[in-house]
């Protein structure tokens, strides 16, 4: 091949890198090929091809489990050099991220991590990517051959293209990994995903306790929703699995209401492709009030009672 071969774990996160080296190759006019690395091949490989593939390659070995970083980087290094792709577009999930990173440096190619977009141009591939936190963004014009390019989930979207595409296997040698895996350990459950939810309450550190989350709850309650919070408040404090943020979850909710968050900008990251933003913080100055927008200066502690009752006085109005 000479075209994009496309890898990630995630099916969702594939169908949606599909749907845009799909479209580049079109422009190319080259092909577009899958990278399945695993134990076995799943019989419904082929059904890559309504999602815009060409060819699914194939890599099968009893050391491709669990996502161990180093067999891996065999494999996907393995089609790479085999193959001979321009680009190499991977999911920008955490295996994901080192798998690339370890297949860029194994190869001495360029990587873009975090790409937003990418094009083909003057023969090779320009992409750009976020930086500063998302308040910026860098194009890298990648003068190797691959270049290698991650993609963060929810930039791209799927495109149905029907047909069928071709299984192929490669015959890839995994060596045994040198480091081994002790221990995996399950997230603890939150719920709905935040990032599907449509209506969330961001708590931020200037909530006093772990018990007025229940304040908190009640007024996501209302709208389906759910709580999450900042990093501190679940890195130092411990009330949460996870945060919101750059380095945590992102979300595109109809309504997010932020309690107590001063509005930094890698916390902000995360909130902002909310459609709607309603700020509680009892500092006038804070940062969050120009991301917001409504705004309400208050005691959250006092504020949020009133605000829940309220809300529950009205819909019973109009029940
Ligand atoms: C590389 C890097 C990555 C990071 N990634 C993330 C990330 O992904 N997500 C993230 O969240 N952070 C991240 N951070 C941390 C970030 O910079 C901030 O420190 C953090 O977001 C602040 O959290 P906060 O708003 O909850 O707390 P604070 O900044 O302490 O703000 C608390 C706010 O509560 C208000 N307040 C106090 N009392 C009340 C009250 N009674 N009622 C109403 N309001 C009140 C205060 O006025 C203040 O504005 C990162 C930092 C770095 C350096």
Not at 16 to 35: F, I, N, S, Y
Not at 81 to 92: D, F, I, N, R, S
Not at 204 to 215: S, V, W, Y
Not at 280 to 285: A, F, T
Request: charged share 20%; net charge negative; proline share 5%.
């Amino acid at each position: 091949m000479s075209g994009i071969l496309v890898y990630s774990e995630k099916p969702q996160l594939l169908r949606e890198l599909l749907g845009k080296a799909r479209q580049v190759a079109t422009e190319m006019g080259t092909d577009v090929a899958v990278a399945y690395l695993g134990e076995s091949v799943p019989e419904t490989a082929a059904d890559l091809g309504n999602w815009g593939a060409d060819t699914v390659y194939t890599v099968t070995s009893p050391l491709l489990v669990g996502l161990h970083p180093e067999p891996y980087t065999d494999a996907l290094a393995g089609i790479v050099e085999q193959m001979k792709p321009e680009l190499v577009l991977v999911g920008a999930t955490k295996p994901g991220l080192e798998i690339s990173a370890r297949t860029a440096a194994r190869l001495g190619v360029g990587l873009a991590s975090f790409c937003v977009d990418f094009r083909w141009q003057d023969g090779c591939f320009t992409a750009d990517c976020m930086i500063y936190s998302g308040v910026g963004k860098n194009s890298y014009k990648i003068t190797t051959k691959p270049a290698i390019a991650t993609v963060n989930a929810a930039v791209f979207t799927p495109t149905e293209t029907g047909g069928a595409a071709q299984v192929t296997a490669v015959d890839v040698t995994i060596n045994p990994p040198s480091m081994k895996i002790v221990e995996y350990k399950a997230k603890a459950a939150a719920g709905v995903r935040w990032e599907d939810a449509p209506m969330i309450v961001d708590v931020g550190q200037g909530m006093n306790q772990k018990e007025d989350l229940g304040l908190a709850q009640e007024l996501a309650d209302l709208f389906a929703g759910q709580v999450a919070c900042s990093r501190p408040v679940s890195s130092e404090r411990d009330w949460f699995p996870e945060w919101l943020g750059l380095s945590g979850k992102r979300i595109h909710a109809d309504l997010c209401v932020t309690l107590g968050i001063s509005g930094s900008i890698q916390h902000v990251v995360g909130i902002r492709d909310s459609k709607t933003i309603v700020a509680i913080n009892i500092d006038e100055n804070a940062g969050i009030f120009s991301q917001a927008d409504y705004g309400v200066v208050a005691d959250l502690h006092k504020f949020v009672p009133i605000l829940t009752a309220a809300l529950k006085t009205k819909s019973a109005k109009l029940a």
